[in-house]
Antibody, heavy 116, light 107 residues
Framework: QVQLRQWGAGLLTPSETLSLTCGVY????????WGWVRQTPEKGLEWIGE???????NYNPSLKSRAAISMDRSKNQFSLSLTSVTAADTAVYYC??????????WGQGTLVSVSS | SSELTQDPAVSVALGQTVTITCRGD??????ANWYQQRPGQAPVLVIY???TRPSGIPDRFSGSRSGNTASLTITGTQAEDEADYYC??????????FGGGTKLTVL
């Protein structure tokens, strides 16, 4: 049973870059899509983007190219970078695995707060 | 539109059957996936594709689709099923979209 464990800074000031990393344990890294989803009380769950082993990536247009996902296959890890954060980016961020277009595994979540 | 619409809240008596619905134009083409989220926890996939349960999900959970509406049905609802439920699908550009969620209360 694959497990996702994520980490990263939880408090940012406006204009900084959000950086989160997710480790994949107990399962194959290759052949799956890996991505990020965030959640706020106001907007609910929001897909940020995903990447497949091999480099194809797809992002939510609403983030206007601020998001980037990268992979470190040697460590079975993938990361999210979100530039120029504002208070609107305050959310719980989850790393996820996609299987047949469904998010079948989730990290534990990281609360990221953006405040001056 | 790629939006998915869910009723904000639904209630069901213990042991009865409840159906949670999700409406959206893209559901005519793509299946909905369903997630259960208990307070303070990450969502858990309970139904994906046409009507497939991941390992460990009880068989009282089932999914269906008709036209632009996807449904999650819980037969013989248990107290532990009280949670928020979210549908999720995609649009033609492979953008993933979620419904707003339905809070299920078990009476």
């Amino acid at each position: 049973q694959v497990q996702l464990r994520q980490w990263g800074a939880g408090l940012l000031t406006p204009s900084e870059t959000l950086s989160l990393t997710c480790g994949v344990y107990g399962g194959s890294f290759s052949g799956y899509r890996w991505g990020w989803v965030r959640q706020t009380p106001e907007k609910g769950l929001e897909w940020i983007g995903e990447m497949i082993d091999g480099g194809y990536s797809n992002y939510n247009p609403s983030l206007k190219s601020r998001a980037a996902i990268s992979m470190d296959r040697s460590k079975n890890q993938f990361s999210l970078s979100l530039t120029s954060v504002t208070a609107a980016d305050t959310a719980v961020y989850y790393c996820v695995r996609l299987y047949t277009a469904a998010f079948d595994s989730w990290g534990q979540g990281t609360l990221v707060s953006v405040s001056s | 539109s790629s939006e998915l619409t869910q009723d904000p809240a639904v209630s069901v008596a213990l042991g009865q059957t409840v159906t949670i619905t999700c409406r959206g134009d893209n559901l005519r083409t793509y299946f909905a996936n369903w997630y259960q989220q208990r307070p303070g926890q990450a969502p858990v996939l309970v139904i994906y594709g046409q009507n497939t349960r991941p390992s460990g999900i009880p068989d009282r959970f089932s999914g269906s689709r008709s036209g632009n509406t996807a449904s999650l049905t819980i037969t013989g609802t248990q107290a532990e099923d009280e949670a928020d439920y979210y549908c999720q699908s995609r649009d033609t550009s492979e953008k993933r979209v979620f419904g707003g969620g339905t809070k299920l209360t078990v009476l």
